[in-house]
């Protein structure tokens, strides 16, 4: 049985994120997929703007309503569990103790791909798993191919274009610290739960309204 691991910051989570671990997932013909947002990230010295709980909660709500013909979708806390720097490498090791007979596919965005080579225990974590990368606007998939199998000498499954690859967290947060919709960015229970919370600088409701 093969499954998927997406991880991310999910600083918040929006469409891109879930339509690709879907997409994705369902290309590969995965049996599931696990969403696993990053405990403390080891390559963002700020860490995250949100709390782990409040995006936790976030990747909940936004899976509780997306629905369509993709493999299920799980959220996993493991990265908040943890002390110290959370390494996806350590995430694998745990998830393969807890799934015995699972084989796991790692999913990752051209730009995650082109950061794997600096990623600690790079070479273990890549024995544990196939790799399956997708493109995302902005970062040249070909070169980060090319750095992937420079460093590891490992062949990178190609899973095509992510369907809303022009979509990031940093524009979400910019739309809603500056009160513009968002509504086709996000699913609406995250939107309510953002604006509930007053998070990344957002008013209960859009300008204009
Ligand atoms: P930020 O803008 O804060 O850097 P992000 O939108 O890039 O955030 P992350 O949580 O860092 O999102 O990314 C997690 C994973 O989701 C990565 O593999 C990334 O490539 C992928 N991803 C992010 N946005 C999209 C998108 N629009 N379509 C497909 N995949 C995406």
Not at 132 to 153: H, I, P, Y
């Amino acid at each position: 049985m093969r499954c998927g691991i997406f991880g991310g910051s999910f600083d918040p989570v929006h469409n891109g994120h879930v339509q690709a671990a879907s997409a994705v997932g369902g290309m590969r013909g995965l049996k599931r997929v696990y969403l696993v947002p990053v405990g403390q990230p080891p390559h963002k010295p700020d860490g995250c703007e949100a709390s782990f709980p409040e995006r936790l909660a976030m990747l909940q709500l936004a899976l509780r309503e997306h629905a369509d013909a993709g493999p299920p979708l799980e959220a996993v806390d493991l990265e908040g569990r943890r002390a110290g720097p959370s390494y996806t490498v350590d995430t694998v090791e745990h998830l393969r103790r807890s799934h015995p007979g699972v084989q796991f596919e790692l999913l990752v965005g051209a730009d995650m791909l082109a950061d794997l080579p600096r990623w600690e225990r790079g070479p273990d974590l890549v024995r544990q798993v196939c790799v399956v990368a997708f493109g995302r606007a902005g970062t040249a998939l070909d070169q980060a191919r090319r750095a992937f199998q420079g460093a590891f000498e490992q062949e990178v499954v190609y899973a095509g274009e992510a369907p809303l690859a022009d979509l990031s967290s940093t524009e979400v947060r910019r739309c809603l610290a500056a009160g513009e919709p968002v509504e086709r960015l996000l699913s609406p229970s995250v939107e309510a739960f953002i604006r509930e919370k007053g998070l990344y600088g957002a008013g209960p409701q859009p300008a204009g309204n």
